[in-house]
């Protein structure tokens, strides 16, 4: 079983930052893609970045890209996600997941089998 867990959300102001992590248990072919999804009160679950492990392959949304930065510690088993001129619209429960090779730069939850509980992004303006 690999376990997933988030931390680093909070309140902010607009265009402000955060800095999202992801512990991973373990980087083995179960997780070698990490993905960041978000949840809004009300809305679908969305993928917003992802990076692939072993490679350092990153993708991203185009509703977060030049804003967010995912980045890796392998060492640490680490996912980070950076997030810069945060917007209120970003104001999510913030999710990261991990999966096989193969999901790598989907953006569809339902191939991700490993979630952690979430990490909440408030965005006032």
């Known amino acids: 079983q690999v376990q997933v867990t988030e931390s680093g959300g909070g309140s902010v102001q607009e265009g402000g930052s955060l800095r999202l992590s992801c512990v991973v248990s373990s980087f083995d072919h179960r997780s070698s893609c990490i993905g960041w999804f978000r949840q809004a009160p009300g809305q679908a679950r969305e993928g917003i970045a992802g990076?692939?492990?072993?490679?350092?392959?990153?993708f991203y949304a185009s509703s977060v890209k030049g804003r967010f930065t995912i980045s890796q510690d392998n060492a640490a088993k680490t996912i980070f996600l950076q997030m810069d001129s945060l917007k209120p619209e970003d104001t999510a429960m913030y999710y990261c997941?991990?999966?096989?090779?193969?999901?790598?730069?989907?953006?569809?939850?339902?191939?991700?089998?490993?979630w952690g509980r979430g990490t909440q992004v408030s965005v006032s303006s």
């Open positions: 990076i692939y492990a072993e490679g350092g392959n990153t």
């Open positions: 997941a991990a999966g096989g090779r193969l999901v790598c730069g989907s953006w569809a939850p339902s191939v991700y089998n490993y």
